[in-house]
C-alpha cells in the first residue's frame, strides 16, 4: 500500500509540474520557436503522467488497458517531441538533412501509437502489481519500437554533444551540456523501468514519469538561466515593424532577437521563427553586443556605427547600424531597437559609404556576397 500511495504521488506531481511548466512557457512568449517545442514537450509529458494516474486508479484490467492506449500519445510521440526542442535549441530545424528528420521520426512514432490499439502487437494485456497495473509488453514493442525509441535519444544526444563541443559562445554550450544532462536522466533511468526490464519479464517500480519530470525542471532551468523564453517585447508594435523597410530587430537585454522585420529576414536569409532567440552576436561578423554596442547604447542612449551582418548562407553585408534603447516609463532599459542600413558597393573590392550622423566616410571590406 506505501508503494500505491507513493507512485500516485510521484505520478500526481509528475502531472502538476510539467503542466505548469507548459502553462508558465507559453504565458512568457507563445510566439517563441524554443517556447512552443517545450510546451508541446511537457503537456505530452502532462498527459502521460495523467494516463499514468488513471491506469492506476483503474478498477480493472480493461479499464487499465484502455487508458494505457491513450497514454501512448504523450510517451509514443516523445522521439519527435525531443528532437523538435533540441532542433529549436541549437538552431538546426532547416539545415540539409535535418529538415526532414523531425517529420519522419514523428511519422514513424505515430505508426506505433496506432499499433497500440491492435491488440497483441504493441502489449500483451496489464498485470497487477502492488503500486497498480503494469503493461506486459509486445513483440513490436520489443522488437521495433523500444530499439527505434533508444536509437531516436541516441541521435538527440550526439547532435546536443557535437552542438556543445563546437559552441564558441559559453552561454550556448552551457545550454547544450544542460539539457544533454536533463535528456540523459530519463533515457537511462526510465529506460530501465520501464522498457528493458519489463522485455524480460521483471517488474520493478517504474521511475520514467518522475524522470521526466526531473528532465523538464533541468530544460527549464536551461531556458530561464539562458533567457531562451524570456522574449516579451510588448512595447514595441509588431505592426509597426512589419512596416519597416530597413533590416530591424528587437533585442532583450541580452542581445536575443524578440522580433525581426521582414527587411532583416530578406537580407539574412533567415525565416522569422530561426531569428527569434538567436544572439545579436550570431548574425554580427566581429562587433560583439557585450562588449561593443550595449555599454555605448546604454550611456548616449543612441549609436551608430559601421558593422557587417552574417547571412544563413555565411555572406557578410556591410550595414550603417543604429542601436537605440528601449525604454519604460520608469527609465528602465527593456531592450535595444538594431536597424541595419545596408551600404552599397562600387565595385567587388571595395564599398564606400557617408555617414551623414558622424560625417565622415567609412570604407568596407569584402565582396560581401
Known amino acids: 500500500m506505501g508503494e500505491l500511495h507513493l507512485y500516485i504521488l510521484l505520478t500526481l506531481l509528475s502531472f502538476i509540474v510539467n503542466y505548469g511548466f507548459g502553462i508558465v512557457t507559453l504565458a512568457i512568449d507563445h510566439r517563441h520557436l524554443v517556447n512552443r517545442a517545450f510546451a508541446i514537450l511537457v503537456f505530452a509529458l502532462s498527459w502521460w503522467a495523467l494516463m499514468k494516474l488513471s491506469i492506476t486508479l483503474s478498477p480493472t484490467e480493461e479499464w487499465a488497458s484502455f487508458f494505457y492506449k491513450l497514454s501512448g500519445f504523450g510517451w509514443c510521440l516523445l522521439p519527435a517531441f525531443y528532437v523538435n526542442l533540441a532542433f529549436s535549441l541549437i538552431r538546426k530545424h532547416n539545415l540539409g538533412y535535418r529538415r526532414y528528420v523531425a517529420y519522419a521520426i514523428s511519422f514513424v512514432f505515430l505508426g506505433f501509437y496506432a499499433c497500440l490499439w491492435i491488440p497483441d502487437l504493441m502489449f500483451d494485456g496489464m498485470v497487477i502489481e502492488d503500486w497498480g497495473y503494469t503493461d506486459v509488453p509486445g513483440p513490436l514493442f520489443s522488437l521495433g519500437f523500444q530499439p527505434l525509441f533508444l536509437l531516436s535519444f541516441v541521435y538527440v544526444i550526439v547532435e546536443l554533444a557535437v552542438f556543445a563541443s563546437m559552441a564558441r559562445r559559453r552561454d550556448d554550450r552551457m545550454k547544450g551540456l544542460l539539457v544533454l544532462v536533463g535528456l540523459l536522466i530519463p533515457l537511462v533511468g526510465g529506460a530501465v523501468t520501464n522498457m528493458i526490464l519489463p522485455t524480460f519479464g521483471v517488474y ?49 537585454r541580452d542581445g536575443r532577437i524578440g522580433m525581426a522585420s521582414p527587411s532583416a529576414q530578406d537580407m539574412l536569409g533567415y525565416s522569422k521563427g530561426e531569428l527569434v532567440g538567436m544572439h545579436l552576436n550570431d548574425i554580427l561578423f566581429e562587433k560583439r553586443f557585450l562588449e561593443d554596442i550595449r555599454p555605448d547604447v ?3 542612449g543612441r549609436l551608430m556605427t559601421p558593422a557587417r551582418f552574417v547571412g544563413k548562407d555565411g555572406g557578410r553585408v556591410p550595414v550603417n547600424l543604429t542601436a537605440s534603447k528601449l525604454q519604460n516609463d520608469g527609465g528602465k532599459v527593456m531592450g535595444y531597437v538594431i536597424v541595419g542600413t545596408r551600404l552599397f558597393t562600387t565595385d567587388r573590392a571595395s564599398r564606400v559609404s557617408m555617414f551623414s550622423a558622424a560625417g565622415r566616410k567609412v570604407t568596407g571590406e569584402g565582396d560581401g556576397t
Open 204 to 252: 520493478v517500480f517504474e521511475l520514467a514519469v518522475p524522470l521526466t519530470t526531473i528532465n523538464a525542471a533541468i530544460i527549464a532551468y536551461a531556458m530561464y538561466r539562458y533567457r531562451l523564453m524570456a522574449f516579451r517585447v510588448d512595447y514595441v508594435s509588431a505592426a509597426i515593424i512589419a512596416t519597416v523597410n530597413e533590416p530591424l530587430v528587437v533585442l532583450n
Open 298 to 300: 546604454d550611456v548616449r
